[in-house]
C-alpha cells in the first residue's frame, strides 16, 4: 500500500527506458522553467520561490509518490489561494500554511482517504478550476497592457475597474511581446509539439526586448537578481495565532492538492494503462509540501500538463520527474541571471495561455447541458470562486453537492405497502399468495435519515393493525440510525397492537450486521427473519394458524 512506484518500476529497469526517461527529465524540466517562475510571480512572491518548490517538491513526489509519471510542483490551481495568504499573512504566513497543509497530506494519506477524494464531484472541479482560470486571466490584465498603476486589488470587480481607470497608461510595447507570447506558443504547440512553445516564446520575447532595448519592465526589474543557489532548510515563525488562523487555508490547500494530484494521475494512468497507489500519492504529496515550506518554496501538487509532456515525450518510471528536478537545479545554478531579463509581459502571456488550457471551456459547456443539480453546482462554485473566495467555493460546493445527491437519494428511496389482492412488487405464483391478515411493507433504496420519513407516511394507509406484518429489505443497500430506529418504532407500534414482525431477505451485509448490533433482529426473533420471500409468506401462514388454532 505505502510502497513508492519508484521502487516497484527499478525491478525491471533497462538502459533503453533511462534514455527515455532522460530525455522526457530534460524537456519536462524545460517546460517547467518558465512556468515555475510564472506562478512564483503570479502568486505573489520571489520568481526562485517557485524554482525552489519544483525542484524539492517535484523530486520528492516523483521519488515517493504513487504515480510511475507524475510531474509534481507549483500550479496555476494555487495562484489564487495563495496570493490571498500572502496578502493577508505576508510569505511567513504562507510558509506556514504550505507546512500545515503537509501534514495534513500525509495525515489523509496514511488514512488511506485517497479514493475519497478522487470521488469529489466533477462539475464541483469543473466549476473552481473554470473560476481559478477567469482569476489568473484577471490578474495579468496590468502586466498584458503594461499598465502604470501600482498596488492591483484582489477583488475580482475591483480588479476591472481599477484597470478601466488606469488603461490610459498602457503600454503598446507590452502588448506586442503578451501577444507575440500567446502566437508563440499556440504556433508551436500546433506545428512542433516536442519543443516547448513557451520557452520559445520566453526567449524570442527576451532577446528582442534587449536587442532593441524596448522600455519595459523584467523580472530583475520588480523583484530583483534571481537567487542562483537553494537555501538553507529552517522552520517556519510558528506562533498561536498565525497557525490559528493559517487552519482553513492550510486545509484548502491540502485538499486542492489532493484533488489536482490524484486527477493527474488519474489522467496519466489512462494515458498509459497504468494504475497509481493513491494513498501513497498524498502521502509523497504531504511530504513534498513539508519540504517545499522548509525551503521557502510555496505549495505544489501534481501538474496535468507536465505530466501528459512527460509520457509523450517517452517518460515511464519516475526517473524522469527526478530528472525533471535535476534539470531546474542546473538551469538555477548556471543560468539564473538570465532570467531577470525575462519581460513581465511576456510572463502574462504565458500565464493567459495556462489560464485558457485550464478554463476547460468545452467540459464547462458540456456540464451546462447536463442534469440540473450539476449545473448548480457547476455555476455556484464557478461564481463563488470568482467573486468571492476559493475557500467558500469548495466548502459550499461540497455541502451543496452532498445536499443535492442526498435529494436524488431521497428521491429514488421507496417505501410500499401491499397485501392479498393489491398486488404490488408481490411474485405471482402460488407459493407467494399472501394470506389474509398479512401486509407487506417494502423498502426500496438506501433508508437513511432523508428517507425514514417515509416509513412513517406508508404506515398511515394502513386501515387496521394487520396480524402479520412482513417487512421486505431485499432493495435496501444501506441504513443508518434513524433508518433502524423507524424499524424499532414500527416494531414497538406491532407489539401494541399485538401484530407479529417477520424481516425478510436483508441480503446486505452491512445493513444486517447494523440491525443485529441494536439487538434488534433478536427482538424480532431467529424464526421471524427469513432470507426469502416465499419463506415469509409460510411463516405468517403458520402463525395466523397459530393464532387462530388450526
Partial sequence: MFIPKLFTTLKNYSLQQFGKDLMAGVIVGIVALPLAIAFAIASGV????????????GFIISAFGGSR???????????????????LYGVNGLIIATFMAGIILLIMGLCRLGSVIKHIPYPLIIGFTSGIAMIIFASQ???????????????????????????????????????????????M???????????????????????????????????????????????????????????QPAFTIALLGGIESLLSAVVADGMIGSKHKSNMELVAQGTANIFSSLFGGIPATGAI?????????????PIAGIVHSLTLLLIMLFASKWSGLIPMATLSGILIVVAY????????????????????????????????????????GIVLAAFLFMRQTIRNSKVSISSKGTGGNIEENDINIVPGG???????????????????????FVEKPPKVLIIRMRQVPIIDATGIKAIQDIYKDAIRDKTKIILSEVTSKQVRRDLNSTRLLFAIGKANVTSTFAHAIERSKSIINDQTGQ
Fill in 189 to 247: 504547440t500546433k506545428f512542433t509539439k516536442p519543443i516547448p512553445g513557451s520557452l520559445v516564446a520566453l526567449i524570442i520575447t527576451t532577446a528582442a526586448t534587449q536587442g532593441l532595448n524596448l522600455p519595459l519592465e523584467t523580472i530583475e526589474d520588480r523583484f530583483g537578481a534571481v537567487q542562483a543557489s537553494l537555501p538553507w532548510p529552517s522552520l517556519p515563525d510558528l506562533d498561536y495565532s498565525t497557525i490559528k488562523s493559517m487552519v
Fill in 46 to 57: 520571489s520568481p526562485e520561490k517557485g524554482l525552489y518548490t519544483a525542484i524539492i517538491a
Fill in 69 to 87: 509519471v507524475q510531474i509534481g510542483g507549483p500550479t496555476g490551481a494555487f495562484i489564487v489561494i495563495v496570493y490571498g495568504i500572502v496578502q
Fill in 305 to 317: 500538463a507536465r505530466t501528459a509532456t512527460n509520457i509523450k515525450n517517452g517518460g515511464r518510471t
Fill in 357 to 396: 488550457n485550464m478554463s476547460e471551456w468545452k467540459n464547462f459547456v458540456w456540464v451546462l447541458k447536463g442534469p440540473k443539480s450539476d449545473r448548480i453546482i457547476l455555476l455556484v462554485t464557478f461564481i463563488l470562486t470568482v467573486l468571492v473566495d476559493l475557500t467558500v467555493a469548495i466548502e459550499l
Fill in 438 to 460: 398479512v401486509e407487506i411493507l417494502e423498502f426500496t433504496g438506501p433508508l437513511f435519515f432523508g428517507a425514514a420519513y417515509k416509513v412513517r407516511e406508508a404506515i398511515k
Fill in 141 to 187: 490584465i496590468k502586466d498584458l497592457f503594461g499598465l502604470e498603476m501600482g498596488f492591483v486589488p484582489t477583488d475580482f470587480v475591483d480588479k476591472w475597474r481599477s484597470y478601466l481607470q488606469y488603461i490610459h497608461t498602457a503600454n503598446w510595447y507590452a502588448i506586442a511581446v503578451g501577444i507575440a507570447t500567446i502566437a508563440i506558443i499556440q504556433l
